[in-house]
């Protein structure tokens, strides 16, 4: 695996990769098995794979978690060559932004809601970053985790919009044994924390089951997901939303693809975790996508 | 030539083209000599020219000329043809927008002034377009006229922020022999406010002809320009601005490379011009760039 850290050199290094097809999984670096698993489905999927590594202060709020996220890119260097990563791409901010960044692209209406709800300007400055790392790397695949759904919505759409040549791969959660779903974040919990933060896959796993036994009415299900929240005395609910997916429409009844998903704080670390879901009319059964 | 209508043909046209260098000069039809220059530099500088025409409803506000500006395209794919168009891409609102249009490209501080204060949106239409046509069309260069010359400095910034691969390369207004400026607009002006759009181009060589005496004070330049314009009994001043370029910023006294441009309306039709201008230190002379 080689390590580049500018622009020129990445696109020297990709330059005779074509038509061979490049495969990549932009990431915050701090890897997990989240991570590996997309690199994994990028090596299936594509000849070579491109993994970039940059912390994007475009994409955290003043009050945010920007200085703290945990980096560590020796031990990143090493999962990265183990997963089977052929390049690294791990740009400092003045490359990515060498005059601040008057550019900023915005992907309307399904940010208004969830995560876009709690962190303004969140997913511009993830629309602007993607776009740029898709520009830079040209890839033919690009993985996303679907822990973060909105996220993957929101890249979908403005590649759609925008007419970009890529195609977005969206790789399903990994999670801890516990249920727990793997995050960079998790490391700041402290192990009371970390033992009740495992209300977040438990709520989802309730709603599941009530949507097993044929309850549709969101209002209903978001209630039985407070309550096993409420299970956790540091648990502090940021959102539960139950919506349509990947447009991210309001309903009362759910049915067809929907998102469930929630942002819950412990202390200062917030966590989000969701599933997606396919609701038959009726009392038919749900499928888990 | 050929002409197509939607994206993928466009892009199945284009498959073959490489290694081969794709010259783009996007526009809104209704071609006139400007346009022509913008395909004689292509042909110049590239191997393949395409150009589209589309009439960009994303970069019109609510009160302006979206609905009568002037279309023609039988016209206009004569003169491609002529000028040496290799391919015509003309595809309609629903081909460019067939979900709307979410995804927005806003490029932040240099619309804030000219044409951005006088046309709110204007310029995030023109950025999210033009951003799609290079998506589309990949090109190598792609050309564009100085008449517009906030919206090449838009380009370039955007280009530059978001590491598009793709060369813009700015050509010079082309006039008619007495001075106006070449616009699709001015098909709009009565005999009358076509002699007195004169002023327009006449208010730019007053303020040429001082900066070689030496003025540098932009409050006096601008003075000057609104005394020539005030001459027409049918103009109405939308703005005079004179700024450094191409980050049009505010000065006090002119030097470096500056932007001296005006828009002005007769009537409903708004006409635009300007000057770039290579003003020299003290009293040495200016030169027009």
């Known amino acids: 695996m080689r390590t580049v850290s500018t622009i020129q050199e990445l696109r020297t290094a990709l330059k005779n990769i074509r038509p061979q097809k490049i495969g990549f999984v932009p990431t915050m670096g701090y890897l997990h098995e989240g991570h590996i698993s997309l690199v994994k489905k990028a090596r299936e999927t594509a000849d070579f794979v491109v993994m970039s590594i940059f912390v994007n202060p475009l994409q955290f709020g003043p009050n945010e978690d920007l200085d703290s996220y945990p980096r560590d890119l020796e031990r990143d260097s090493q999962l990265a060559v183990e997963a089977g990563v ?49 520009n830079i790397v040209s890839p033919d695949y690009a993985f996303f985790g679907m822990k973060d759904a909105q996220q993957v919505a929101v890249i979908m759409q403005m590649v759609r919009d925008l007419n ?6 969206p790789c399903p959660i990994v999670r801890e044994a516990d249920g727990l779903a793997l995050s960079s974040r ?54 539960i939303e139950l919506r349509s997916y990947p447009d991210l429409q309001l309903t009362d009844e759910l049915a067809g693809t929907c998102l469930i998903a929630l942002a819950v704080r412990f202390g200062t670390t917030r966590l989000i975790d969701n599933i997606l879901i396919e609701v038959a009319k009726e009392e038919a059964a749900c499928s888990v996508r």
């Not at 008057?102 to 511009?124: K, Q």
């Not at 089951?209 to 997901?225: D, P, Y």
Request: aromatic share 6%; with cysteine.
């Open 186 to 239: 998790n490391v700041y919990l402290s192990e009371e924390a970390r033992t009740q933060a495992l209300v977040l896959s438990r709520a989802l796993a309730e709603a599941q089951q009530l949507l097993g036994k044929g309850e549709r009415n969101v209002a209903a299900l978001r209630q039985a997901m407070e309550t096993v929240i409420g299970t956790s005395p540091l648990a502090e609910i940021d959102y």
């Open 164 to 169: 970009m040549q890529v195609e977005v791969i």
């Open 86 to 134: 052929d390049l690294l791409f791990f740009p400092s901010v003045e490359e990515m932004y060498p005059t601040g960044s008057r550019t900023i692209v915005s992907v309307h209406e399904i940010t208004d809601a969830l995560c876009g709800a709690s962190r303004p300007g969140h997913f511009d400055g993830v629309a602007t970053v993607v776009l740029k790392l898709f």
